[in-house]
């Protein structure tokens, strides 16, 4: 498994951007496929973006398609969320996953396709 540590979210207005980082640990096959996925208030968790190793391939859920950028650094085994044009109902707890498989592109929203979790970060976009 990989320890995951996202970095603090916050308090954003509508509009905002925010972006949030999460640092890796362990071993690099265990990391083949990172995601973020979030849990609105009182809502299930949900699929927000992915990114895979090897060619990059992402996938965005089509709420934040557009306004929402993910990227991974992999020599410093970290992944970032660039979070443009939030909107309040952006407001969540933030999580960052990984993978060990190479997740083809459909299946990236699965969660139990990840076998490790950050503890997750709060955001929250209100005036």
């Known amino acids: 498994q990989v320890h995951l540590v996202e970095s603090a979210g916050g308090v954003v207005q509508p509009g905002g951007s925010l972006r949030l980082s999460c640092s890796a640990s362990?071993?690099?096959?265990?990391?083949?496929?990172m995601a973020w996925f979030r849990q609105p208030p009182g809502k299930e968790r949900e699929f927000v973006a992915a990114?895979?190793?090897?060619?990059?391939?992402?996938r965005y859920a089509d709420a934040v398609k557009g306004r929402f950028a993910i990227s991974r650094d992999n020599t410093k085994n970290t992944l970032h969320l660039q979070m443009n044009s939030l909107r309040p109902d952006d407001t969540a707890v933030y999580f960052c996953a990984a993978a060990s498989s190479n997740w083809i592109v459909s299946a990236m929203p699965h969660q139990g396709g990840y076998e490790s979790w950050g503890q997750g970060t709060q955001v929250t976009v209100s005036s």
């Open positions: 362990g071993r690099a096959s265990s990391m083949n496929t």
């Open positions: 990114i895979r190793r090897g060619d990059g391939a992402k």
